[in-house]
């Protein structure tokens, strides 16, 4: 079945600086992949996703990259405020049939230091 | 627009305890439904998914079993709980890709 590997588990970044977080899938046939945040104690948020037949989507200062042929993804935060401190999981959605289900990574844990 | 709750919020049960969580949706006909578990400080695993009433998918093995009775209706549940069953359950619904997740419930086992 899909695997999602997701990379680093743990970001700091000074506030302002960019944020880059990875994540590679195994199965060729995923063909949705979006991005969540999680803030402590809450439920994950969707915030961006991207479609395979896309290579890049942009929203704000949040950007999304998609390159099928190597099999990953990556999450772009540019001019990172204090409030992005969360964790972010990406996932990919495998589906050959209607279910939609997403395989989730391990979550990367993102701090923004002011 | 769509609402999707989830109860209880918050629950403390002993090993060997039954259990029954709730997740309902509105505004939506006919939804995919998910139940996840994320353990503390963990990811999100996948439990079971329903693509229709009373289609029930399992991802994993395991102490715990899902039902849709109804349209917008998803349970999950258990006979005897184990200490491994403590986590953060979420419900969640999609029509089509994107999905929401409700805002979950706080599973102790004690």
């Known amino acids: 079945g899909e695997n999602v590997e997701q990379h680093p588990s743990t970001l700091s970044v000074q506030e302002g600086d960019s944020a880059v977080i990875k994540c590679t899938y195994s199965?060729?046939?995923?063909?949705?992949f979006p991005w969540y945040k999680q803030e402590l104690g809450k439920r994950p948020q969707l915030i961006i996703d991207?479609?395979?037949?896309?290579g890049e989507k942009k929203d704000q200062r949040i950007a999304v990259t998609l390159n099928k042929t190597a099999k990953h993804f990556s999450l772009h935060i540019t001019e990172t405020q204090p409030e992005d401190s969360a964790v972010y999981f990406c996932a990919a959605s495998p589906s050959r049939d209607s279910s939609y289900k997403l395989i989730f990574g391990s979550g990367t844990r993102l701090l923004v230091r002011p | 627009s769509q609402t999707i709750h989830q109860w209880p919020a918050t629950l403390v049960q002993p090993v060997g305890s039954p259990l029954s969580l709730e997740c309902t949706v509105e505004g939506t006909s006919n939804p995919n439904l998910y139940w996840y578990r994320q353990a503390a400080g963990r990811g999100l695993q996948l439990l079971f998914y329903?693509?229709?009433?009373?289609?029930i998918s399992s991802e994993v093995p395991q102490n715990l079993s899902a039902s849709r009775p109804q349209d917008r209706q998803f349970i999950l549940s258990s006979k005897k709980l184990l200490l491994s069953d403590s986590g953060f359950y979420l419900c969640?619904?999609?029509?089509?890709?994107?999905?929401?997740f409700g805002p979950g419930t706080r599973l102790t086992v004690t």
């Open positions: 199965d060729s046939a995923s063909n949705y």
């Open positions: 329903s693509v229709g009433i009373g289609q």
């Open positions: 991207i479609r395979s037949n896309v």
């Open positions: 969640a619904w999609s029509f089509n890709y994107e999905q929401y």
